[in-house]
């Protein structure tokens, strides 16, 4: 599209908008302010950078073989890059442990050091990015079923030290690049079918977690969360840290909550539970996704979930409180387009909570008036809504509309394809 339409465009939804008493341009502030942390597991199908690594478990599962995976960390930082060249704002990169700067070296988990992770620390300045980080609880002769909660007290202490660990790296991640990184903390136990001693397995996990959480790391360098999950594979009957499970815990603790959208159940919204969560806890972290059947890990799109969850964000005044991260793996498509496509769609749903006149439907609904918030709100979702995001991300440098995928599209041919 032209400069000229888009401005044109522009001009009319701002006079739309400022109908309903909405002012684009401080929603437009206020998005440049949202940081999304990429997961860099998006790039190769979670397999990270260990030599030899085996495949992936933990009952998390990436379905498909498109062409053009990462193979190493220069292509996984070039691919990065490229996502960071399509997205409007500025934006974090979420590492895994597996994702260290190994060489051909084998590094155990428990053995695992900053020195691994210097040259993400050097990548990410020269990228003007910041950085968060993930224990890596799966993939791994020890993580059979059981990790922190497991009987065997030689396998929990194993990933007592892992973690450990990765919070030092996180804390190091924060002071380097001067912005306190989230470590998020999600391990795999669980078991297929019923379980009779369920009150072991969660005492065992408790009892681990104060292990780890009992060392204070500085909080303007760290942020620790702890992230719940209803069911995976092969662990359909019983998963330890469930929900109640991490909630308890993360506010006895003062830890944040990771609420990922695809770990309740299909019907349950964790928009809901925003406004209640923030009552009792000061931060909270997301990972945004979407679940599909026995998947938890779609490509994110603008759907109403999404929508959903960042219209209660800002009407609840949060976005300080809140780290948004991506989760999701598919192989079975371009890659780097699904990064793209997952996290614009992810900042698409923001603009558009930005741009709700909350305050007014606020006032109307204590006033009683619900036909009035109903119209509204129905209103809102056929505005000129995609002007307000092509003129921002002109704005910002940074392709819209057909030329996003053509730039994906070129991407691929020039240089995915010819891995
Ligand atoms: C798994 C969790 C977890 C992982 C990543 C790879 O169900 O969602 O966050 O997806 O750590
Ligand atoms: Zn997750």
Same mark, same amino acid.
């Given at each position: =599209?032209?400069?000229?339409?888009?401005?044109?465009?522009?001009?009319?939804?701002?006079?739309?908008?400022?109908?309903?008493? +909405?002012?684009?341009?401080?929603?437009?502030?206020?998005?440049?302010? @949202?940081?999304?942390?990429?997961?860099?597991?998006?790039?190769?199908? +979670?397999?990270?950078?260990?030599?030899?690594?085996? $495949?992936?478990?933990?009952?998390?599962?990436?379905?498909?073989?498109?062409?053009?995976?990462?193979?190493?960390?220069?292509?996984?930082?070039?691919?990065?890059?490229?996502?960071?060249?399509?997205?409007?704002?500025?934006?974090?990169?979420?590492?895994?442990?597996?994702?260290? $700067?190994?060489?051909?070296?084998? @590094? *155990?988990?428990?053995? @695992?050091?900053?020195?691994?992770?210097?040259?993400?620390?050097?990548?990410?300045?020269?990228?003007?990015?910041?950085?968060?980080?993930?224990?890596?609880?799966?993939?791994?002769?020890?993580?059979?079923?059981?990790?922190?909660?497991?009987?065997?007290?030689?396998?929990?202490?194993?990933?007592?030290?892992?973690?450990?660990?990765?919070?030092?790296?996180?804390?190091?991640?924060?002071?380097?690049?001067?912005?306190?990184?989230?470590? #998020?903390?999600?391990?795999?136990?669980?078991?297929?079918?019923?379980?009779?001693?369920?009150?072991?397995?969660?005492?065992?996990?408790?009892?681990?977690?104060? %292990?780890?959480?009992?060392?204070?790391?500085?909080?303007?360098?760290?942020?620790?969360? +702890?992230?719940?999950?209803?069911?995976?594979?092969?662990?359909?009957?019983?998963?330890?840290?469930?929900?109640?499970?991490?909630?308890?815990?993360?506010?006895?603790?003062?830890?944040? =909550?990771?609420?990922? =959208?695809?770990?309740?159940?299909?019907?349950?919204?964790?928009? $809901?539970?925003?406004?209640?969560?923030?009552?009792?806890?000061?931060?909270?972290?997301?990972?945004?996704?979407?679940?599909?059947?026995?998947?938890?890990?779609?490509?994110?799109?603008?759907? $109403?979930?999404?929508?959903?969850?960042?219209?209660?964000?800002?009407?609840?005044?949060?976005?300080?409180?809140? #780290? @948004?991260?991506?989760?999701?793996?598919?192989?079975?498509?371009?890659?780097?387009?699904?990064?793209?496509?997952?996290?614009?769609?992810?900042?698409?749903?923001?603009?558009?909570?930005?741009?709700?006149?909350?305050?007014?439907?606020?006032?109307?609904?204590?006033?009683?008036?619900?036909?009035?918030?109903? %119209?509204?709100?129905?209103?809102?979702?056929? =505005?000129?809504? *995609?002007?307000?995001?092509?003129?921002?991300?002109?704005?910002?440098?940074?392709?819209?509309?057909?030329? +996003?995928?053509?730039?994906? #599209?070129?991407?691929?041919?020039?240089?995915?394809?010819?891995?």
């Amino acid at each position: =599209m032209k400069k000229r339409n888009t401005h044109a465009a522009y001009e009319f939804a701002k006079e739309q908008y400022a109908n309903y008493g +909405v002012d684009t341009e401080k929603a437009l502030k206020l998005l440049s302010n @949202i940081s999304i942390s990429l997961h860099c597991w998006q790039g190769d199908d +979670v397999t990270g950078f260990e030599p030899k690594a085996g $495949d992936l478990t933990g009952g998390i599962a990436v379905t498909g073989n498109h062409q053009g995976k990462a193979r190493n960390i220069s292509e996984l930082r070039m691919d990065i890059e490229k996502v960071l060249t399509l997205l409007p704002g500025n934006h974090r990169l979420n590492l895994h442990a597996i994702y260290g $700067d190994f060489g051909k070296k084998y @590094i *155990d988990r428990n053995e @695992i050091t900053p020195a691994h992770y210097k040259s993400w620390v050097d990548w990410a300045k020269s990228e003007k990015i910041k950085l968060d980080f993930n224990a890596t609880c799966f993939s791994h002769p020890k993580a059979d079923g059981f990790t922190l909660s497991s009987k065997d007290k030689a396998i929990r202490e194993f990933w007592i030290e892992h973690v450990r660990r990765c919070r030092e790296i996180t804390a190091y991640f924060g002071k380097e690049l001067k912005s306190a990184s989230v470590h #998020n903390l999600w391990i795999p136990d669980g078991m297929k079918d019923m379980t009779v001693d369920k009150f072991t397995y969660r005492s065992l996990l408790k009892e681990s977690l104060d %292990a780890i959480y009992k060392t204070k790391l500085n909080s303007d360098y760290i942020k620790d969360s +702890v992230e719940s999950k209803l069911f995976g594979i092969g662990s359909e009957s019983f998963v330890v840290g469930s929900h109640e499970f991490y909630m308890g815990y993360a506010l006895q603790k003062k830890l944040m =909550m990771c609420l990922d =959208m695809g770990h309740f159940h299909p019907t349950e919204s964790i928009a $809901d539970k925003i406004s209640a969560l923030l009552l009792y806890s000061d931060e909270l972290m997301l990972h945004v996704s979407r679940g599909i059947r026995w998947d938890s890990d779609h490509i994110v799109i603008l759907n $109403d979930d999404v929508r959903e969850l960042a219209l209660e964000i800002v009407r609840a005044n949060a976005l300080k409180r809140i #780290n @948004i991260g991506l989760d999701f793996f598919d192989a079975s498509v371009n890659r780097l387009g699904a990064w793209v496509i997952g996290a614009r769609s992810t900042l698409k749903a923001f603009l558009f909570a930005l741009l709700e006149p909350s305050t007014e439907l606020k006032k109307l609904e204590g006033q009683g008036k619900y036909i009035d918030r109903l %119209a509204i709100l129905e209103d809102m979702k056929t =505005m000129p809504f *995609d002007a307000v995001w092509n003129y921002y991300c002109e704005k910002e440098n940074v392709a819209t509309g057909k030329q +996003v995928l053509e730039e994906i #599209n070129k991407y691929e041919k020039q240089i995915t394809i010819k891995r």
